[in-house]
């Protein structure tokens, strides 16, 4: 089922070290009602263990609850940001299509992580989120293989097939969960050689250590398999 490399990838991304680190320019209302951020560039920190994303600038920090925040591509760089709790909104612009689409695969890796079980905590996990979720990571998926996985090797293209065959079954109306679990968890086991942490940087005086795309991809797998197992043990 391969669970010891599901445990590798998942402590890879709950590590209090792990983050996906950002630069990009935004332009609208945020830097007009929060009077904090001009049109230079600025850096977007994804904490995955603390479920913060944290915007910065000089001295200035912003720190958000991701469970409060929608991203969705709009153009090859451009992303929608929306953070409900003081319900606003803006266009940040990321040097690379690739920097676009890796954040906001970021943001849905961070909010499915929020929504898992873990020690002490109820989760509201269901077929329904786990369906969103799966087509985020489906949508994730094929923007990578496009931009860069098809360089890499044609056998990532696995990854993008077994993950639009699992948005299917999950569309039926009574998915086969335990099927749906282990294509999760074949996919971690072939895969999770390549979550690797890409550099290790210096941020707010510690050690911190910045994901890849495609360790963001797997840790997406990885917990989508943690998630269907969970719907899998409740079923029983």
Known sequence: MGLATT???NRSVCDDRAICIFTATESSSMRSILNLFSREHMTLVV???RSVISLRRANKVLDMDA????AKPRGETDVRFQYAVDDFKTNFVFS??????TFVGAVHLIQHLAV???PGKESPVSENMLSQFTKYALDYAEELWSLVLWQKSYKFHDIVDILRSAVTELRTSK???NSIALKFSDLTERFG???????????DSSACYTMTPVAVLLAQV???YEHANCICRSCH
């Open 7 to 9: 445990i590798k990838v």
């Open 67 to 70: 469970n409060y925040v929608i």
């Open 222 to 224: 990885s917990a989508l």
């Open 175 to 177: 998915p086969n969960m």
């Open 116 to 118: 898992l079980p873990r």
């Open 47 to 49: 904490y995955f263990s």
């Open 96 to 101: 690379s299509e690739l920097e676009a689409v």
């Open 193 to 203: 050689g390549e979550a690797s942490m890409e550099q290790v940087i210096e941020l």
